[in-house]
């Protein structure tokens, strides 16, 4: 099935993203796509305007940061995999990455993506529990820091 009629916006900085949500705060955000195309054909979810992650620089990345390990939203399983800063310093999430779904998936699929989906079957929610991950939101109202225990609501 094809699906609906939409708008689509592929904004290149976080404060455009930011311009966008502020104007349309029903967008539907993608990143790798994976929930929500099939989702969209079926005509499960509709969108009336889907904004594109893809382009914005400070989603992606994997680096060291003061505190912590800082992996980007929009940083692929596939990238993961092969990160030798992850290999050094947490490998359990590369030696997970390689074993997550096929390579075809995991050169698109988005860590963000799976954490925002928050599957209760997907591998990314239950690695970030795993490892206590942090996850720094960042929104129209601000940026924050959730722990992940309380970033999934039931």
Known sequence: ????????????SLPALMQILTMY??????????????????????P???VDLAAIPELRGIRRG???IQIGAMVTTAEVEHSSLLKDALPLLPDA???????????????????????????WPAIALA????????????ERAVPIDDFFQI
Not at 34 to 39: D, G, I, R, T
Not at 97 to 123: C, F, H, M, W, Y
Not at 132 to 140: D, R, S
């Open 48 to 50: 009336e305007r889907l």
């Open 97 to 123: 990455a390689k074993v997550i779904s096929d390579p075809l998936i995991r050169n698109r699929a988005t860590i963000g993506g799976s954490l925002a989906q928050a599957e209760p079957s997907g591998d």
């Open 131 to 142: 490892v206590g991950a942090i996850i720094h939101l960042t929104g129209v109202n601000g």
């Open 1 to 12: 099935m094809i699906s609906c009629e939409f708008k689509y916006c592929k904004p290149d």
């Open 25 to 46: 705060p029903e967008a539907t955000l993608l990143a790798g796509g994976h929930a929500l195309l099939p989702a969209m054909k079926s005509r499960e979810i509709r």
């Open 66 to 68: 003061s505190a912590a």
